[in-house]
Nanobody
Framework: VQLQASGGGLVQVGGSLRLSCAAS????????MGWFRQSPGKEREFVAA????????RYADSVKGRFTISRDNAKSVVYLQMNSLKPEDTAVYYC?????????????????????WGQGTLVTVSS
């Protein structure tokens, strides 16, 4: 599957952004989808993941309660709604996919478990 992320931009502290990731192919609903982010000089880190149906999700502690991952299988799109943004959320955000035979599996924290990646979209939170 090929992935195209969009929706990044400049936002003030406390603001919101919604990222989108459009997938090509007709088998989108067989993939767990995840969002990762990478700040300058840091490792790419897990942000959130969602199961094939969208019913199960997983979040990094740093974004829990502020970010929401969701998906629309009819449109082959996964979203990341980001609220109450902080300067430390500034990063390039990447979407990723991983095939899963398990419809309930909410996704992995580990980059190596994902086999396709989007190009990244930059989010800058200014104070």
């Amino acid at each position: 599957v090929q992935l195209q992320a969009s929706g990044g931009g400049l936002v003030q502290v406390g603001g919101s952004l919604r990222l989108s990731c459009a997938a090509s192919g007709r088998t989108f609903n067989t993939y767990v989808m995840g969002w990762f982010r990478q700040s300058p000089g840091k490792e790419r880190e897990f942000v959130a993941a969602v199961s094939r149906s969208g019913g199960n999700t997983r979040y990094a502690d740093s974004v829990k309660g502020r970010f929401t991952i969701s998906r629309d299988n009819a449109k082959s799109v996964v979203y990341l709604q980001m609220n109450s943004l902080k300067p430390e959320d500034t990063a390039v955000y990447y979407c990723a996919s991983a095939y899963s035979p398990n419809t309930l599996y909410s996704g992995s924290w580990y980059r190596s478990d994902y086999d396709s990646w989007g190009q990244g979209t930059l989010v800058t939170v200014s104070s």
